[in-house]
Nanobody, 125 residues
Framework: QVRVEESGGGLVQAGGALRLSCTAS??????VAWFRQGPGKEREGLGCFWTHGGRPYYADSVKGRFTITRASANTTMYLQLNNLKPEDTAMYYCAAEFGGCWPDCHRSAHRFPYWGQGMQVTVSS
């Protein structure tokens, strides 16, 4: 069983930034994806990144504002949220699946069996 731990949510003013962290408790190569679900909205995929190489994939809706990076030890992934807007208010989730990522991995939430508990991000206007 893989445990996915997240941290970094909180309250921020519009235009501000937050960095979310995600660690999957496995030494195996892992595709880590980020999702969010706002109040009254469907779950939305944001992007994904393989722990051991490649490049991150992003949803078009967040390109240029959100950035996914990984720590040098490949154990922790980050989602940098910049220029936040009130409509970015949501529960943010990290999910993991063994193996590498694929170009539209952020559209395939059903393929990620391991999920974190979620973090609330609230952006005030």
């Amino acid at each position: 069983q893989v445990r996915v731990e997240e941290s970094g949510g909180g309250l921020v003013q519009a235009g501000g930034a937050l960095r979310l962290s995600c660690t999957a408790s496995t030494p195996k190569t892992t595709c880590v994806a980020w999702f969010r679900q706002g109040p009254g909205k469907e779950r939305e995929g944001l992007g994904c990144f393989w722990t051991h190489g490649g490049r991150p994939y992003y949803a078009d809706s967040v390109k240029g504002r959100f950035t996914i990076t990984r720590a040098s030890a490949n154990t922790t992934m980050y989602l940098q949220l910049n220029n936040l807007k009130p409509e970015d208010t949501a529960m943010y989730y990290c999910a993991a699946e063994f193996g590498g990522c694929w170009p539209d991995c952020h559209r395939s939430a059903h393929r990620f069996p391991y999920w974190g508990q979620g973090m609330q991000v609230t952006v005030s206007s």
